[in-house]
């Protein structure tokens, strides 16, 4: 009898073991992982009591907010769904982006663990962009649905004004049409000013403009062919330039061309640099490196190869770039030549670290190039149908992606005065004008909104 009592106390004493094993594991070793479910109700409810801190633009306007219900539990609200390329989305079903990713941490208060000891409503902080709601609506309209995407900054703080990227989403839907935004091939969850990976074609005569100014051997200018159309190779099929502006005359430099923006001359121009002369260039201008803004762009692939140096001249090699990029390129024109680093939240930012990409002299001449650009670009007399730049200068030109993507219209430029900068990308628009006329109004409308 004493035998089977201790064969019972033992089975007893195992069963009591394996019960305490197995919620030891699940109860602290598997705890993290099964809190971190996503089908974890607790957790859910837990993101859900949060009182999220809003972002403002400048002027202190919501850009977006978390209201409580009478559940106690908070949404997520945005009033200006045109805002939406900077300040992202919030879903507790699909994630985070934008500044509500890059900032999460104080919008979310993780600051500690005494609210959630002492059982109080955790409340996050605030974020204040640099963006101006006033420029960002204006641009946004006036961009409407063409495919593209407009960026505005300060030239000397790097400062972004505006951040334009269409199609676009409302943040407020998002959650309904979740599929509908991913299997949509016009990418409409893609921020293309500061994501978008674009050949830049007739917009890189900008750096091959300074760069050839800095060069150290003599560029010889064929003014008799100057204005001639290239033919080169491009995803297998051929593909002709042209000048986006065609002369009327007999083009006499390379500032000239540049102002017609002409393919030719700079075909000649990657021809003297020569491959390791074009790839210094990009590097001056931060043609190899994401923007610091509010998101990093994913892992750049390795720039690709100059590859042949008079079709890298012209824009159309391995080279892609971004609004961001370009704007900053535009910003060294009228900064004396210094890349501001951008940024977009005014409050927390890390400090930047502004580079020089040409000197001063070839700053000046590459301003007064891109002046003689904005005014044989016919766009019109922008500065004074809108109040505030009267100044405008840029550079409108085309790239060409393949035979089946079609044109893109490029603007990079800006108001010399008030310190502003744009670049402007239009996709499947064949006239650089169109893209003249998007960036030459954001710059004027800026200057505007900011004196």
């Known amino acids: 009898m004493t035998r089977q009592l201790d064969r019972l106390a033992i089975a007893i004493l195992l069963a009591f073991a394996a019960v305490a094993a197995v919620l030891g594991y699940w109860g602290v070793v598997r705890a993290p992982d099964l809190l971190a479910r996503d089908d974890n109700p607790r957790l859910v409810d837990a993101e859900r009591a949060i009182a999220r801190g809003a972002i403002y633009d400048r002027e202190g306007r919501p850009l977006a907010v978390s209201t409580a219900g009478a559940d106690g539990f908070y949404t997520r609200a945005y009033p200006y769904p045109q805002a939406a390329p900077a300040t992202g989305y919030y879903s507790l079903r699909y994630g985070i982006s934008g ?12 600051y500690g663990a005494w609210d959630e000891l002492l059982h109080r409503t955790r409340r996050g902080g605030d974020v204040q962009l640099t963006l101006d709601l006033d420029v960002q609506l204006a641009v946004a309209e006036m961009l409407g649905d063409r495919a593209g995407a407009v960026i505005v900054v300060d030239a000397k703080t790097g400062a972004v004004l505006a951040m334009v990227s269409s199609p676009t989403f ?15 091939p016009a990418a409409p969850l893609l921020n293309r000013a500061t994501q978008g990976r674009y050949q ?20 010889v200018f064929d003014a008799g062919r100057a204005a001639e159309p290239v033919d080169l190779k491009l995803n297998g099929a051929s593909i002709t330039l042209v000048c986006a502006r065609p002369p009327d005359r007999p083009l006499v430099d390379l500032a000239d061309a540049y102002a017609h923006a002409c393919p030719a001359p700079f075909a000649a121009v990657g021809e003297a640099l020569r491959a390791a002369g074009l ?18 762009a994913g892992q750049l692939p390795t720039p690709a190869p100059v590859g042949d140096p008079a079709a890298a001249g012209l824009g159309q090699a391995g080279l892609t770039v971004s609004p961001a990029q370009m704007v900053r390129a535009a910003a060294a024109g009228i900064n004396g030549g210094t890349l501001p680093a951008l940024y977009l939240v005014s409050d927390t930012r890390a400090p930047g670290r502004s580079e020089t990409a040409m000197r001063r002299t070839v700053a000046a001449q590459v301003q007064d190039a891109m002046r003689a650009a ?22 409108a030109s085309l790239a060409l992606s393949g035979p089946e993507n079609g044109a893109l219209a490029w603007f990079v430029g800006g108001c010399v005065e008030e310190g502003l900068a744009a670049a402007a990308v239009l996709e499947g628009a064949p006239d650089a004008g169109e893209a003249a006329q998007v960036g030459a109004w954001a710059l004027a409308l800026a200057a505007a909104q900011t004196r």
């Open 99 to 110: 500044v509500e990713a890059a900032y999460d941490a104080a919008l979310r208060g993780d």
């Open 170 to 184: 409302d943040p407020n839907t998002l959650d309904e049409r979740w599929d509908e935004l991913t299997d949509d």
């Open 200 to 219: 830049p074609g007739g917009a890189l005569q900008t750096v091959a403009l300074a760069a050839a100014l800095d060069w150290n051997e003599p560029l």
């Open 279 to 296: 790839e210094a260039a990009f590097v001056d201008f931060g043609l190899f490196d994401p923007p610091p803004l509010i998101e990093p």
């Open 374 to 395: 904005f005014a044989a670009s016919d766009v019109g007399d922008v500065g004074e149908m809108v109040e505030g730049c009267t100044d405008i200068i840029g550079h």
